[in-house]
């Protein structure tokens, strides 16, 4: 578990600079342009919730941890299954962090600033905060990490025949699943659990469960290279 550490807290401090670095400008940014607005008089109500901005870190790390820095990591020595374990630690500390940060936003920046909460957010959208603060932390880390197990697991693919048959599947899944109204029907139940569920505790185990079964199925794929 101490080389798991270490890979994540390598993580942490090189793999995630660019991850960092566009999170930052891109709340920058938008952070500027709502105080402009503000000073020009215009409305701020229609704009993205800036917690929500802060999701980019769950997507964006796992892109760039792997490309840039798993081969450098199992070049030196490294071992797969040590670099999966750091990899979770960063993405489970991190759908924590941006969970938290995205409730203190809409519930408490940024009311005690505009007067209310963004209509533009995903926590009412996916009806994360009818069951209140605790259920709407839940919803959120659940799936963060799901998302960011998912993005590990399609980049990691990329460079691998299975990669091809992924990306293949998925835009299979979006074209012939959407318009036939019983596919279509399977798609809506897989978004209802992992997504829109209506009990925050099963929509965390099913997000759980689903990123659990693809870092071992890539895990035992790997290994076997």
Known sequence: MNKAKKVAQFNFK???KETYIITISIVTFTI???IINFFLGQSNTENQSIGNLFALINILAPIFIILKYYRKLINIGAKKLDFFKGCILNYIVFAVIVS???ILFYYVIEPLIWGSSFNISFLPAFDWTSSGVFACFIYQTGFYILISVFIHTLVLYQNMWIGWVADVLIITIISVFTPIAPLRQVLITFFRATTLNPSFIMQFIWDILLAGLLYV???????KK
């Open 32 to 34: 500027i342009s709502m």
């Open 14 to 16: 090189y793999g995630c």
């Open 100 to 102: 938290i940060i995205n």
């Open 217 to 223: 199925s890539t895990l035992y794929n790997l290994s």
